[in-house]
């Protein structure tokens, strides 16, 4: 299968840690993550993260939230109040532990992260 940065996943289990709380990954792909959160980070924002998958060690990435799903602004209604991350740093073995995570799950409907 071959995999395109656009195309969305459900990993189930995946969750990242972000300043000391630990989240829920909606949804995955090669280039970035869609995090459920109550409070959204705004759109912009730089961030650290660390990601776990599931049966792996959790790893860094650094990236950039570029949309956020809110109350207020329901721009992705099948998901949760949270926000999309371009991942914009992360060391080549981790990125090859989240394109092995991808090939084993299940596609998303909505191209939206």
């Known amino acids: 299968m071959a995999l395109k940065g656009t195309d969305r996943y459900v990993l189930e289990g995946a969750l990242c840690r972000l300043d000391g709380q630990v989240l829920h990954v909606m949804n995955l792909s090669a280039s970035g993550l869609f995090v459920a959160a109550e409070t959204p980070l705004p759109a912009g924002q730089r961030i650290e993260l660390e990601l776990a998958l599931p049966g792996q060690p959790p790893f860094r ?53």
């Open 61 to 113: 990435v650094l990236g950039k939230v570029t949309w956020v799903n809110d109350t207020l602004s329901r721009k992705a209604p099948q998901l949760p109040c949270g926000f999309g991350v371009q991942m914009t740093r992360i060391a080549p073995a981790d990125k090859q532990k989240i394109l092995e995570g991808l090939k084993h799950a299940r596609a998303m409907e909505s191209r939206r992260t």
